[in-house]
């Protein structure tokens, strides 16, 4: 695929590192159909490509790694057959699989998916102004299976589950103090920052990366769901159809407080 094909991200190899860049600062990265595919191609190209030994993961511009799924999008329809179509878990297997390292560079907001993609990558360089959190009860979008139960691994069970179900914002520094980034840096210099680190990775054994990678993903092979049948479908099937969910997108679109008090029982 060359890169004039790419409608939603930008692909670049130099000195051993593929840098991926969500390409939707309108939208402050948020991800559609088509971003999380393109994200999917690119990651495996990257793992296939034998001059690169590692890959960096970011946002364009200095606002948002990624503020999460496109409400938008959503509101049209995007999520409604993502079972058989596009499923955001494609990304994460696909960071997993692709057997070197994946460093997400986080400057703004990572919030939501942009969130989970960033504690997926095997390592996290966050600038100063990064801001963390997951926002799927607040806009009425639903994530689930080993993409939430994986954040237990990364924070420990109490924090994952204030983060899941409050939906808090975290900055920066609190990120660095519960493990969501390895390390916080002054925005200005987090270029340098992070060509030290692929530097530092690019100087060891690719087949070693390799090897650890694949050890660390087996560790937790046992969080995957086993069967085709998720929780969402599980539990509410025809979610996205609901007025619940029409509700969040709604409110969040109005820039409102959404109302979700009649949808408890």
């Known amino acids: ?104 560079v986080v400057k703004g907001y990572a919030i939501g998916m942009g969130n989970h993609l960033a504690y997926f990558c095997d390592l996290t360089i966050a600038a100063d102004n990064a801001i963390f959190g997951q926002n799927g009860p607040r806009v009425a979008s639903p994530a689930e299976g080993w993409l939430v139960s994986y954040s237990q691994r990364v924070l420990g069970v109490k924090k994952a589950r204030e983060m899941w179900m409050l939906c808090r914002r975290y900055s920066a520094q609190e990120a660095l103090e519960m493990g969501l980034c390895n390390v916080v840096v002054p925005l200005a210099d987090i270029d340098a920052e992070v060509e030290k680190w692929c530097a530092e990775i690019n100087g060891l054994s690719p087949t070693c990366l390799k090897i650890v990678k694949a050890s660390f993903e087996a560790d937790i092979d046992y969080l995957r769901d086993p069967s085709p049948n998720h929780f969402q479908k599980l539990i509410a099937p025809d979610f996205f159809e609901t007025e619940e969910s029409k509700e969040g997108q709604n409110a969040f679109l109005e820039k409102r407080k959404p109302d979700f008090m009649r949808h408890r029982a």
Not at 33 to 45: A, C, D, H, N, W
Not at 48 to 70: K, Q
């Open 1 to 104: 695929m060359s890169d004039s094909e790419y409608e939603d991200i930008l692909y670049s190899v130099e000195n051993g590192v593929a840098r991926i860049t969500i390409n939707r600062q309108k939208s402050l990265n948020a991800l559609r159909g088509i971003t999380m595919l393109e994200l999917v191609k690119s990651i495996e190209r990257a793992g296939n490509d034998r001059t690169v030994g590692v890959i960096v993961l970011t946002g364009a511009g200095d606002r948002a790694f990624s503020s999460g799924g496109d409400v938008r999008w959503e509101k049209e329809g995007g999520l409604k057959d993502r079972h058989i179509s596009v499923n955001p878990r494609a990304v994460h297997e696909a960071m997993r699989h692709c057997g070197k390292p994946v460093i997400a």
